[in-house]
């Protein structure tokens, strides 16, 4: 028998993201998000939402801008600093050692050091409740050659990217591939009649 646990934001996995955004002196700002996800495929889209409390949401409603940089494990501590400060108070990219770099077609700061980055230009802003959700079209994604893999895109394998389980506030790395899509799922196609 299931239990029921009541309207929860309990979709498991979730992305571990740092969110690059310029603040309004010029500096660069990052914040760490895990609210978010592909949302179109044409155009290339993603949304993720932040509390208007934050910094990052006043700076993309003023730059229509930012980058979202995929954590790995080795940068995890970096990026739950960069969740649990804000910048109004502080330069995470200093606290951290990180190195900001500029995006070349959007305006908003990359995570150099990060070997995944995707510039975004806001595309739509909807109210939710506590959060604002922000549609960003992708314009480009920047990644280390090494870990491309397959078609030239990235591999999870050689990524390491991290994700979180909301509530219990953990992170996890990802396993091992366990199948290739739209591939494993074959033996259940009914045969057409010929």
């Given at each position: ?9 309990l ?7 740092v ?18 996800g ?44 960069c969740g ?10 200093a606290?951290?050692g ?10 908003a ?11 975004c ?26 870990i491309?893999?397959e078609?030239d ?9 991290v ?10 790395s ?9 591939d494993i799922?074959k ?8």
């Amino acid at each position: 028998m299931k239990k029921s646990l009541g309207p929860n934001p309990l979709v498991y996995p979730a992305p571990v993201w740092v969110i690059g955004t310029y603040n309004e002196d010029g500096s660069a700002n990052i914040m760490t998000a895990a609210w978010g996800g592909i949302c179109c495929s044409k155009p290339p889209c993603l949304a993720v939402s932040l509390r208007e409390a934050t910094q990052t949401h006043t700076n993309i409603l003023r730059t229509k801008a930012f980058t979202v940089n995929i954590v790995t494990e080795q940068f995890l501590e970096e990026a739950d600093y960069c969740g649990i400060s804000t910048g109004r108070n502080t330069d995470k990219f200093a606290d951290t050692g990180l190195t900001s770099e500029r995006s070349t077609v959007v305006d908003a700061p990359m995570i150099k050091e990060f070997p995944l980055n995707l510039e975004c230009r806001l595309k739509d802003v909807v109210e939710v409740g506590l959060h604002t959700q922000f549609i960003g079209e992708i314009i480009d994604v920047k990644a280390l050659e090494s870990i491309l893999g397959e078609q030239d895109v990235p591999d999870v394998d050689l990524l390491h990217p991290v994700v979180f389980s909301p509530v219990v506030r953990k992170y996890h790395s990802l396993g091992e591939t366990i199948g290739r899509a739209f591939d494993i799922g074959k033996k259940f196609r009914r045969k057409e009649n010929k």
